[in-house]
């Protein structure tokens, strides 16, 4: 079965309907080692002693591409801080008559990663991992001023918002109307086939006020879980089809073709021999971002009924950049609500 | 008169069967289920669920985000059954009128009614599409920048364009062949009374038009109530955000999506309370005062 990332909790919270990875695996004598995967990819399907439970397959991480005559043309490079996009990217970028930047799924992008990057604590109990009563700890400072920058970007056309959708945000730069984008390393391959101009990408923004020493993002995307209850014989098929989908191969063609990340060091190590990040710098951009050092606060997140705090969110960001409400309300409106979810679900564990 | 009867008392019941147990496979068994479950709590895998008493039903009354998903939900059904009603009872009396290619003018009325509710939003998208919609484009025409997907009112108002567009037909069916009924005497008699169409129109075709009209009331409250699902869905294109939703969408969202069974059916079990309450009234309060001929 495959569940993605925001849904993580709720499978892995289920007890009983699924056979852990690395059990399955090891039942069926195929050998294991979680240093073989990639650090960023690690420990975000694993439960709290760091056994992995699902087996991360179409993984992602969220990164920004930029099209490259738009930028050549305001005379600036991609922006590594959201300080410099500011002051010199965006401004030159729309003075060259482009929407500076779009982005395709905020409380993925900038919610969720925005924590991660900053190395800030996104719940308590250690981001969920230990279970209980976990709270949000997404009512903070830093992530109220970073969307109080986005709405004024946005009121100053420096940022766009197209709603809700992935797809709506992501045209206009396809369209080349919109200079960058903010989305999913697995975008890549999609991008290659829609967009005309010269494009690349690089690591998520960061405020460098924050923490000017930025580590990796969490992954996106999803993982695929093995169901309990079934049969032996049926066990050991899905441990070979995990076996095989791990391989270094089938992992490349994955990533050639799609720009997922690959998920084991030994397919990375197969990506650079190919010559593959040669001929498109901006595939390798996801998986260096994944190993970037990790912090405290970067090996996942594990909250309940996520999928509706997820709702919530982009439901208040929505109100915060059409001038709905103001960020402070939106933001504890985001806490109370998400604690009310997170409270109904810890009653659903007993 | 003669009452035709059965000799065997076990025959009606049995015609009857087919009939019953669908209702009681469709209706009354999930209806049931709904009711209980939303006394629990459930695990999303249905391993477990723990009693939580009217935990669910209070939940709903201290959320002003439900609050305010219901006050949409009554503005969208007023405006749209309104709406709806209205211009297809207009449509109505002027097809009437047609004598020449009446057919073919009736068929192009009622060819909307022939589109699915999922088709009808996406074809909503693609008019209102914020760069390429042609709507968009009109709006843009006057000054209104109008957003789908993005503002709160524009897309409130896409969405009811749709759901009004799409019940159209079936209303102008029903309008159409209710004043076709109105017999011809009743008609002329009118006519050489009162020379204004528009006071003829309102004194005798109007009330002799009640019976379908309150009928079709009903009808069009459920559509916007609950019919408009697949509209709503597809024009959200998937994330409900910060969009306008209705309450029945409500329930699919925390339900289905968020996997809170317990929680969306509280919800789905208010729904069918006020249907029931909206039957009554309309058995008891309203039908006795109008009279079918």
């Known amino acids: 079965m495959q569940v993605f990332d925001a849904g993580a909790a709720t499978v892995i919270g289920a007890e009983g309907a699924i056979i852990p990875v690395e059990d399955l695996l090891a039942a069926n004598d195929i050998p294991f080692d979680i240093n073989d995967y990639i650090a960023g990819v690690r420990y975000f399907y694993a439960d709290a002693d760091g056994k992995m439970i699902g087996m991360p397959f179409n993984s992602s991480t969220p990164v920004l591409y930029y099209n490259e005559d738009a930028l050549a043309k305001a005379g600036v490079t991609a922006p590594k801080t959201w300080e410099e996009f500011a002051e010199t990217t965006a401004p030159a970028l729309k003075e060259a008559g482009y929407i500076p930047l779009s982005q395709s799924h905020l409380p993925w992008i900038f919610t ?40 004024d970007w946005k009121d100053q056309g420096l940022f766009e918002w197209y709603g ?3 797809g709506d945000n992501v045209k206009p730069f396809e369209e080349g109307k919109v200079a960058m984008w903010l989305g999913s390393s697995g975008s890549f391959g999609g991008l290659l086939q829609t967009a005309d101009f010269p494009f690349s990408a690089t690591m998520l923004p960061y405020w460098e006020g924050v923490n000017p020493d930025p580590k990796q993002t969490f992954i996106g995307g999803a993982a695929l879980f093995a169901m309990s209850g079934k049969s032996d014989e049926e066990n050991k098929a899905t441990a070979e089809f995990f076996r095989y989908l791990t391989t270094p191969e089938v992992q490349y063609g994955w990533h050639k073709d799609t720009g997922y990340v690959p998920i084991t060091e030994a397919a990375y190590g197969v990506a650079k021999e190919d010559g593959h990040y040669d001929k498109f710098p901006a595939a390798e951009v996801g998986i260096q971002q994944l190993s970037l050092p990790a912090g405290d606060h970067t090996k996942g997140y594990r909250m309940g009924f996520y999928v509706q705090i997820r709702d919530v969110m982009n439901r208040e960001y929505g109100r915060i950049l059409t001038g709905e409400t103001d960020v402070d309300t939106a933001f504890a409106n985001i806490e109370a609500e998400s604690n009310k979810l997170l409270e109904r679900f810890a009653k659903t564990q007993n | 008169m003669k009452r035709a009867g059965f000799t065997n008392p076990w025959l009606p019941i049995l015609l009857l069967v087919p009939q019953l147990s669908i209702i009681a496979v469709f209706f009354y068994w999930p209806a049931a289920w709904a009711i209980q479950s939303s006394f629990y709590l459930q695990d999303p895998f249905g391993f477990g669920s723990t009693y939580v008493g009217a935990e669910n039903y209070t939940d709903i009354a201290e959320s002003t985000e439900y609050r305010k998903v219901a006050w949409f939900t009554v503005y969208f059904t007023a405006i749209v059954t309104f709406l709806s009603l209205s211009i297809a009872l ?57 957003k789908l ?73 459920t ?69 079918y001929t």
């Open chain 1, 112 to 151: 969720e990663n925005f924590h991660s990057r900053h190395d800030l604590p996104f719940a308590t109990n250690d981001n969920g991992y230990d279970g209980g009563d976990t709270q949000i700890l997404v009512n903070n400072d830093a992530i109220k001023s970073h969307f109080t920058a986005l709405k």
């Open chain 2, 149 to 221: 997907g993005v503002d709160y009112f524009d897309t409130a108002t896409a969405m009811i364009i749709v759901a009004v567009w799409k019940q159209i037909p079936v209303n102008f069916i029903f309008f159409l062949s209710g004043l076709q009924s109105i017999p011809r005497a009743v008609r002329e008699a009118a006519l050489i009374d009162n020379g204004s169409g528009f006071r003829r129109f309102w004194d005798v075709t109007f009330p002799l038009l009640a019976p379908t009209a309150f009928f079709l009331l009903i009808i069009n409250i």
């Open chain 2, 90 to 146: 207009l449509l109505a009396v002027k097809a009437d009128n047609v004598l020449r290619g009446a057919k073919t003018y009736r068929t192009l009325l009622m060819w909307v009614y022939a589109i699915a509710p999922p088709v009808a939003g996406f074809l909503g998208i693609m008019f209102f599409d914020q760069s390429h919609g042609p709507l968009t484009r009109f709006f843009g025409f006057f000054g209104w920048d109008f």
């Open chain 2, 223 to 291: 559509y916007a109530m609950f019919d408009t699902f697949g509209i709503i869905d597809t024009m959200m294109k998937g994330e409900p955000g910060a969009n306008p939703m209705t309450l029945v969408y409500k329930v699919y969202i925390d339900g289905f999506r968020g996997n809170d069974l317990g929680g969306s059916s509280a919800q789905s079990v208010i729904l069918m309370v006020l249907v029931l309450v909206l039957t009554i009234f309309q058995f008891r309060l309203i039908e006795r005062r109008i009279h």
């Open chain 1, 164 to 166: 809700t959708g992935w």
